[in-house]
């Protein structure tokens, strides 16, 4: 059954999702290949769908896949499709410039976090409603972190306290997320690290194990495990 979107909601999400997938290995775009049965944009399509806030979802696909992107989704969500670009930084750039006046929290979000619960964009948003113009969800690092030089030898152990590993979504307050692009200078792998940029205060919540972004094949399997367990 297609999901309803709230059309009384203040959010945004914007769902890059035009990568290759050349660390998964050989095959289709990664957002298009299969996690028991459905492509990884379903998944993450559906769970976006399912946050009571979200008014629009916009997606950049591949851009030899807009017509199967836009039939996939069909029975999941209303969403609008358009192409992606080169670099993610491109992709979101495009799907932003799709999003219809009204809501005024934007959220970026990986389809490769194809399990990423409803809650936590719910969280995140909810930072950015309370006042926060760019928020992203962290999770504490749990490996010893070495700096190393050109040649692997330590240089040096990093105190990991103070690391965070960032996920998405990443909200930000609509002017913000638009102004940091449209100043982008050299493609980022996240859009925080734009509005950082710009110098703009950027905030923490809490993460989610589930928001794991599926990157090798090794993630893939513990995807499919996470959802067998019922996830
Ligand atoms: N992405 C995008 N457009 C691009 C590159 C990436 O929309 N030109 C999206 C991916 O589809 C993914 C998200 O950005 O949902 C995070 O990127 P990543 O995990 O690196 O995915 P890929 O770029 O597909 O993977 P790889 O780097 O292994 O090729
Ligand atoms: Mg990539």
Request: hydrophobic letters at 50%; charged letters at 15%.
């Amino acid at each position: 059954m297609t999901a309803q979107l709230n059309p009384h909601g203040d959010v945004a999400v914007l769902v890059p999702a035009a990568g290759a997938g050349v660390r998964l290995g050989p095959g289709a775009p990664k957002a298009l290949r299969p996690l028991a049965g459905e492509p990884l944009l379903v998944h993450a399509v559906r769970r976006i769908a399912a946050a009571p806030s979200v008014h629009t979802i916009v997606v950049a696909a591949p851009a030899a896949d807009i017509g199967s992107v836009r039939a996939m989704l069909a029975p999941v969500a209303p969403v609008t499709v358009v192409p992606g670009g080169a670099e993610r930084q491109a992709s979101v750039a495009a799907a932003l410039a799709a999003v219809p006046a009204g809501p005024e929290i934007v959220l970026v979000h990986d389809a490769a976090r194809a399990l990423t619960p409803p809650e936590l964009v719910e969280s995140v948003a909810a930072a950015v409603r309370a006042g926060h113009d760019a928020v992203i969800p962290v999770l504490p690092v749990v490996d010893t972190v070495k700096e190393v030089d050109a040649g692997e030898r330590v240089l040096g152990t990093v105190d990991r306290s103070a690391l965070r590993a960032v996920q998405t979504p990443q909200g930000f307050r609509r002017s913000v997320l638009t102004a940091a692009h449209e100043a982008a200078g050299d493609p980022l792998t996240d859009d925080a690290g734009l509005v950082e940029k710009q110098g703009v205060p950027v905030v923490c919540v809490p993460g989610s194990e589930l928001a794991l972004k599926i990157t090798r094949p090794f993630d893939l399997a513990l995807a499919e495990h996470l959802l067998t367990a019922g996830a």
